[in-house]
């Protein structure tokens, strides 16, 4: 393996679109504040196991395993995950009390009122299946939905804040629909962990409370239900403190007794739809008959071959693995592992690929079943290939463009200035039965919505959507939003291939920046022969539209003088990805889950 000089740095830092506005406005909202989860005290009450996790992770070590692995942003929902590969269940069981879990102790990322992408390796069949459970847009929307009286674009977050951006989510349909194909444990089961600590109360972690002291009572505290869960006597929950959710505990368990429809249906959705309709000054469109019709669609995979290996994601309305994608192809012809990690040659190529996949993203990724889109062009070898070559240079290129991959539909569509926002979770899992899966889950910002309904939080999705309808240029958006649609997405949970068989399961949060992040964390692995951790855990570089965004407070920016003299935009910023991975070798498992957030691996 070839060692560099910065693969173990242990990153703790603080807290915090094809247009440049867009760029400012992304960069303007600052992401989740990173954790320091190594203190003793953070995590009161963990098992012997997990707190062994806690100190891997503070010590730069993965976590070893033979038979199963499971890695998440929080320790109590890793547990929960944990105890069910115990016992025997699948990785779409334990993802199912993973997630439940998640919506309680991490709301502020993920949890019953958004949306995921799952992927899934069956160890039986060979098969990589993966499944949208993306959140859409009402029935009632239309592509003004973000104008306003003069037809202009809203302000961001004056449009993320109450009903308006409101879809309807997708997340309970997929544990359904997951359990339903691969599930092995009974259903009413997996909710027992998230109905106990609902009930009798979960610590308030370290991260959970630092975001809501950010977010203040004045940005949280416009709806009743949220001020009063997240500021009881009007305070900020604190650190340690013990947070009951009763509401959230009765629509657990009205799940584990009648499935997803008590959720699309009855008293859960019309509670829901009253928090959508209802909000002040901001209501939503959502209605009952958009919750009845809500449907997880099975996609088909988006695999691209790097370094002898497959590549798999989720395909659109995830942007995620078609970009990923094409950054490794379009690496495939240079040897970054003769480079290494500490060149700043190997992030000049890495900066530049990033940079013409996100050109491409702009111009041609939205919903499949709403716009035409090239997937299979854009990853053809003879693409990426050209593109590749554009590569070639010493310096960094001075503009990108999209590229034409041999698609009559490529002029038809204008830039997409639509942002997302650092937010968002991960699980990774993988079973004693070989099965392995990959979900990225979300409620798009931290907060999402603000608004809360039967103890959880719903989601602001519908601002990924692009606000505007047309380009300067007079061109449609693809991205735009129309009724029915699913707004495009960065999410990029991942299972790599060598031979057919899982190596690497990873994926991460982080809006629109998880594309460099993911695609970062497998060249580390694959081309510079780090473990899991490391490579979870090495500083990032991250290029999406032209500046080169380096990670604050980490060896990283000894690399910034060499990459401006290459003619990148340097800025310095703090970049807290979520990474949770998971490698597969013949000797067993290793799990790593990222330094910056507070989540650990399990395994056994």
Same mark, same amino acid.
């Given at each position: 393996m070839k060692r560099i000089g910065w693969v173990a740095v242990l990153v703790l830092g603080g807290a915090g679109l094809g247009t440049a506005w867009a760029q400012q406005e992304a960069d303007a909202v600052a992401p989740e504040a990173a954790t320091d989860s190594s203190a003793p005290e953070a995590f009161a009450g963990l098992g012997e196991a997990a707190q062994a996790a806690l100190a891997a992770k503070a010590e730069g070590r993965p976590v070893s395993a033979q038979n199963w692995m499971v890695t998440a942003a929080h320790p109590l929902a890793v547990e929960a995950g944990a105890r069910v590969l115990e016992q025997g269940g699948s990785a779409a069981d334990a993802m199912v009390a993973v997630q439940v879990v998640l919506g309680l102790v991490e709301p502020q990322s993920s949890g019953l009122g958004g949306g995921a992408f799952l992927v899934w390796h069956d160890a039986e069949t060979g098969q990589i299946t993966t499944l949208d459970a993306r959140e859409t847009a009402p029935a009632a929307a239309t592509p003004l939905l973000f104008l306003d009286d003069a037809g202009q674009p809203l302000e961001f977050m004056e449009a993320v804040v109450g009903g308006r951006s409101v879809g309807t989510p997708g997340t309970p349909a997929l544990l359904e629909e997951a359990h339903r194909r691969w599930g092995r444990a009974n259903w009413a089961g997996l909710f027992a962990d998230g109905i106990r600590l609902a009930e009798e109360g979960f610590p308030v972690s370290p991260r959970l409370a630092e975001l809501v002291a950010g977010e203040g009572i004045e940005a949280l505290g416009q709806h009743d239900a949220t001020r009063d869960y997240f500021f009881p006597d009007g305070q900020p929950v604190a650190m340690g403190a013990m947070l009951q959710n009763p509401d959230y505990a009765e629509v657990l368990r009205a799940l584990a007794t009648h499935g997803s429809r008590a959720f699309y249906?009855?008293?859960?959705?019309?509670?829901?739809? @009253?928090?959508?309709?209802?909000?002040?000054?901001?209501?939503?469109?959502? &209605?009952?008959?958009?919750?009845?019709?809500?449907?997880?669609?099975?996609?088909?995979?988006?695999?691209?071959?790097?370094?002898?290996?497959?590549?798999?994601?989720?395909?659109?309305?995830?942007?995620?693995?078609?970009?990923?994608?094409?950054?490794?192809?379009?690496?495939?012809?240079?040897?970054? &592992? &003769?480079?290494?990690?500490?060149?700043?040659?190997?992030?000049?190529?890495?900066? !530049?690929?990033?940079?013409?996949?996100?050109?491409?993203?702009?111009?041609?990724?939205?919903?499949?079943?709403?716009?035409?889109?090239?997937?299979?062009?854009?990853? @053809?070898?003879?693409?990426?290939?050209?593109?590749? &070559?554009?590569?070639?240079?010493?310096?960094?290129?001075? *503009?990108?463009?999209?590229?034409?991959?041999?698609?009559?539909?490529?002029?038809?569509?204008?830039?997409?200035?639509?942002?997302?926002?650092?937010?968002?979770?991960?699980?990774?899992?993988?079973?004693?039965?070989?099965? @392995?899966?990959?979900?990225?889950?979300?409620?798009?910002?931290?907060?999402?919505?603000?608004?809360?309904?039967?103890?959880?939080?719903?989601?602001?999705?519908?601002?990924?959507?692009?606000?505007?309808?047309?380009? *300067?240029?007079?061109?449609?958006?693809?991205?735009?939003?129309?009724?029915?649609?699913?707004?495009?997405?960065?999410?990029?949970?991942?299972?790599?291939?060598?031979?057919?068989?899982?190596?690497?399961?990873?994926?991460?949060?982080?809006?629109?920046?998880?594309?460099?992040?993911?695609?970062?964390?497998?060249?580390?692995?694959?081309?510079?022969?780090?473990?899991?951790?490391?490579?979870?855990?090495?500083?990032?570089?991250?290029?999406?539209?032209?500046?080169? !965004?380096?990670?604050?407070?980490? *060896?990283?920016?000894?690399?910034?003088?060499?990459?401006?003299?290459?003619?990148?935009?340097?800025?310095?910023?703090?970049?807290?990805?979520?990474?949770?991975?998971?490698?597969?070798?013949?000797?067993?498992?290793?799990?790593?889950?990222?330094?910056?957030?507070?989540?650990?691996?399990?395994?056994g």
């Open positions: 249906q009855g008293e859960i959705a019309e509670a829901i739809v @009253a928090a959508v309709r209802g909000a002040e000054d901001n209501p939503g469109l959502l &209605a009952m008959e958009d919750l009845a019709r809500y449907r997880v669609i099975e996609r088909p995979p988006v695999c691209v071959e790097y370094r002898d290996h497959d590549v798999c994601g989720m395909g659109p309305p995830s942007s995620g693995a078609l970009t990923v994608g094409q950054i490794l192809g379009m690496l495939g012809g240079y040897d970054l &592992a &003769a480079l290494g990690a500490d060149n700043p040659e190997s992030w000049r190529l890495i900066g !530049d690929a990033s940079r013409l996949a996100f050109a491409d993203r702009e111009r041609y990724m939205a919903d499949s079943d709403f716009v035409p889109i090239p997937a299979e062009g854009l990853i @053809a070898p003879d693409y990426l290939a050209e593109r590749g &070559a554009l590569l070639s240079g010493d310096d960094s290129l001075p *503009e990108v463009a999209p590229g034409q991959p041999g698609w009559s539909h490529a002029m038809l569509w204008g830039r997409d200035n639509a942002l997302e926002l650092p937010s968002t979770s991960h699980i990774s899992i993988v079973d004693a039965q070989g099965n @392995a899966l990959s979900m990225t889950t979300t409620i798009e910002n931290g907060f999402g919505s603000r608004v809360m309904a039967k103890g959880f939080l719903l989601n602001n999705e519908l601002t990924d959507f692009s606000f505007a309808t047309h380009d *300067e240029a007079g061109w449609p958006i693809a991205n735009r939003v129309e009724p029915g649609k699913r707004p495009r997405s960065s999410m990029a949970p991942s299972i790599v291939l060598k031979d057919g068989q899982p190596v690497l399961v990873i994926g991460s949060p982080g809006g629109s920046r998880i594309i460099g992040y993911v695609a970062r964390a497998i060249i580390a692995h694959l081309d510079w022969g780090l473990d899991v951790q490391q490579a979870i855990a090495l500083p990032h570089l991250v290029n999406r539209f032209g500046p080169m !965004d380096v990670e604050a407070g980490t *060896e990283a920016t000894a690399l910034s003088e060499a990459l401006a003299a290459m003619g990148f935009e340097m800025n310095e910023t703090e970049l807290n990805s979520g990474l949770q991975g998971i490698a597969i070798a013949p000797d067993g498992l290793t799990g790593g889950a990222d330094p910056r957030r507070e989540g650990i691996a399990l395994g």
